[in-house]
């Protein structure tokens, strides 16, 4: 059987046709709806690095150096920062629930107004950090560094509206 040139035509103009709608859909959907993978930036040295503001739910940073970085703002739910320096890092605002820091090292950071509701804090150096206003709700951490934090604790959280002393259970 022998097809003419007409239709040919019109089957392979049909096949273009539904093909250009395809990629069409697939570049607006992937405009309107970007993927939310998480980032692995396990080992990197991130140095004063600035991450303020962005959504990075479920990444991966663990043994990364992080000092002076800027994480102001961040949505960090769910992170892994299993021993990562963030000495000196800003994580004002920042999203940290559910987070895993165990042995990371948030000496002279700033935790003010941020949320760890319910991260793991084993072994974490929250030395000299500022938490005003940080709310430290079912975060479990070293009982020395619970006094350490317990010390300085004052404010309120304006995202979740509770004081920071009562959700570390101070006295």
Known sequence: MILSHQKVSL?????RGCVCVLVMAIAILTFLCPPAFALDYNRESLIQADFSGQVLT???FTKA????????HADLRG???FGTNLEG???E???LSYATLDSARMVDANLKDAVLEGAFAASTKFNRANIEGADFTDVLMRKDMHDILCEVATGTNPTTGRETR???ECD
């Open 89 to 91: 890092a800003n994580l």
């Open 58 to 60: 479920d990444s991966e």
């Open 93 to 95: 605002g920042a999203n």
């Open 79 to 81: 992170v892994q920062m």
């Open 166 to 168: 009562e959700t570390l």
């Open 11 to 15: 089957v392979f103009g049909g096949i």
């Open 65 to 72: 150096n992080m000092r002076g970085s800027n994480l102001s």
